[in-house]
């Protein structure tokens, strides 16, 4: 599985993006996917993810603000980021699993194999 992130770019605080991730591959619809980001000199962290089902997962610091989906006709995952905050800012990595998580497993990192080149949002006034 390849996947190509896109959709990032510099947003005002309080701002809206919407990222996209877009994975090459027949075997989309069975892997779990999620939503992970780095911060400038911080380890590198959970953000959302989505199972093969549809159930989601979500950071404490995103819950009710992000929202994470997918379609698998297109191959393709979804970061909607609404409310954003300058702590919002980091490169943002999706990932993809060869398993089908189920839902508590999907905030594990261990659990992905492949990954996307990352894209970075910046929220600056």
């Known amino acids: 599985v390849q996947l190509q992130a896109f959709g990032g770019g510099l947003v005002q605080p309080g701002g809206s993006l919407r990222l996209s991730c877009a994975a090459s591959?027949?075997?989309?619809?069975?892997?779990?996917m999620a939503w992970f980001r780095q911060a400038p000199g911080k380890q590198r962290d959970f953000v959302a993810g989505?199972?093969?089902?549809?159930?989601?997962n979500y950071a404490d610091s995103v819950k009710g603000r992000f929202t994470i989906s997918r379609d698998n006709a297109k191959n393709t995952v979804y970061l909607q980021m609404n409310s954003l905050k300058p702590e919002d800012t980091a490169v943002y990595y999706c990932?993809?699993?060869?398993?089908?998580?189920?839902?508590?497993?999907?905030?594990?990192?261990?659990?992905?194999?492949?990954w996307g080149q990352g894209t970075l949002v910046t929220v600056s006034s």
């Open positions: 990932a993809a699993s060869p398993l089908g998580l189920i839902t508590s497993e999907l905030r594990r990192e261990k659990n992905y194999d492949y």
């Open positions: 591959g027949s075997i989309f619809s069975r892997n779990a």
């Open positions: 989505i199972a093969t089902g549809g159930s989601t």
